[in-house]
């Protein structure tokens, strides 16, 4: 099968989740990406997370799906000149330390355009490599709290809430991929790679579209599990603990929803009888509505009977209820995945697919591999015999 990025190499120096989120992309689309490790341990990401009993992070596994381990001490001026010397053959450059670090080892986009003028560097940072704020610390909820997203998450009266993901590394790494293939699509026009700049910042700014209100006077507040200007469309709650989403946007949604719930006389009720009503209205509303939903034991009765009157609705799913979804199942969003050759404990696990589907050249998630597992292969390549790459590993593990 021909993938599509098929004969692009990636050289990816990336840690924790969004860097290696988007070179696990890239791999799942054909491209060989050779991950550079610290030596014994492996990058931060491998400790992440559920581990098996080998110790080895399954999330690890799946952010590192499909590469090549290879460990150099970056500290070493021997490792930087191996790297100096592989770099010519690359296309692509991953990196996310924080801004100043890779000028320091050597290895900045200056320096790395100098010898190889063709390959896309990317960088991959929580404020970006410029401005007051590139040089401090920040992670995902960081960027979380920066971006506005947890000012306009959270119940109306409480606090701002974080994502129960890490919903910036992970959009960042996204972000990340389709700039490089963006930028891959220039060097092939123009024979010339550039610098891409992706801050975990800007990518999740990037989601919220609440500060944009502010052009008419707006400032958007919390308002927990319900919709600002639409109603009903949120989170209802029913019986024993169980909740079901109704999404109407519409006069025609409105009869239907009324009429499932047996109370027809609420379309014409003044309280009600327009959106604008139905907003100011809300909380009332919402009372009728959990209140009908509470009628039922089980949250699966009401929410097939939203289901079969053509209502945007659905239970909130757990995540057994993901993995066991006809329709998650039938169309793979969830892959079963070999895992790396040093876990004998169990031969697969499951996780998170490609993307998106392709008609003719699909992606597929591949096995992730152990620290340092394509030494031999990859430096053997650049006139390393079996003994130096062992001497120098030697080295560095002491």
């Not at 004969?7 to 992309?25: E, Q, R, W, Y």
């Not at 940072?125 to 960081?142: N, T």
């Amino acid at each position: 099968m021909i993938n599509m990025l098929d004969g692009i190499k990636v050289l990816d120096f990336s840690s924790n989740a969004a860097g290696p989120t988007c070179t696990g992309m890239l791999a799942d689309y054909g491209a060989e990406v050779v991950k550079i490790e610290k030596p014994v341990t492996g990058n931060d990401e491998r400790a992440y997370g559920i581990q098996v009993e080998e110790g080895v992070s399954l999330l690890g596994a799946w952010l590192n799906r499909g590469k090549k381990s290879v460990t150099l001490n970056l500290k070493d001026p021997e490792a930087i000149s191996i790297i100096k010397m592989m770099v010519k053959d690359f296309d692509v450059i991953v990196e996310s330390a924080r801004p100043g670090v890779m000028k320091k080892l050597g290895l900045d986009y200056d320096v790395l355009h100098a010898i190889n003028p063709r390959a896309v560097y990317c960088s991959v940072s929580a404020f970006g490599q410029e401005g007051p704020y590139s040089k401090k610390p920040g992670y995902d909820i960081i960027a979380q709290a920066m971006s506005g997203l947890m000012y306009i998450t959270g119940e109306h009266n409480g606090p701002p809430m974080k994502s129960g993901t890490t919903l910036s590394d992970y959009v960042g790494g996204i972000n990340a991929f389709g700039s490089i293939l963006a930028a891959l699509r220039y060097a092939e026009k123009t024979g010339v790679g550039q610098h891409v700049d992706v801050s975990l910042l800007m990518s999740t700014l990037y989601l919220n579209g609440a500060f944009e209100y502010l052009n008419v006077g707006i400032d958007l507040k919390r308002s927990g599990n319900h919709h600002n200007t639409l109603a009903p469309y949120g989170l209802f709650s029913g019986s024993n603990g169980q909740s079901v989403v109704i999404a109407v946007i519409s006069p025609k949604l409105w009869a239907k929803l009324c009429n499932v719930m047996n109370m027809p006389e609420l379309i014409s009720d003044e309280r009600f009888d327009t959106l604008n009503q139905r907003r100011v209205n809300r909380e009332e509303l919402v009372n009728i509505i959990e209140s009908w939903l509470k009628t039922f034991e089980d949250i699966n009765v009401p929410a097939k009977l939203l289901e079969e009157a053509g209502i945007p609705s659905t239970k909130v799913f757990t995540s057994n209820d993901i993995i066991n979804d006809p329709h998650i199942l039938e169309e793979q969003y969830i892959t079963t995945i070999p895992v790396p050759d040093n876990v004998t404990s169990r031969k697969t696990f499951f996780g998170r697919n490609c993307i998106a589907k392709f008609s003719d050249a699909p992606g597929i998630v591949k096995k992730a591999p152990y620290v340092g597992q394509d030494n031999y292969e990859v430096l053997g390549k650049y006139g390393m015999t079996k003994e130096e790459i062992d001497k120098i590993e030697m080295k560095w593990e002491n």
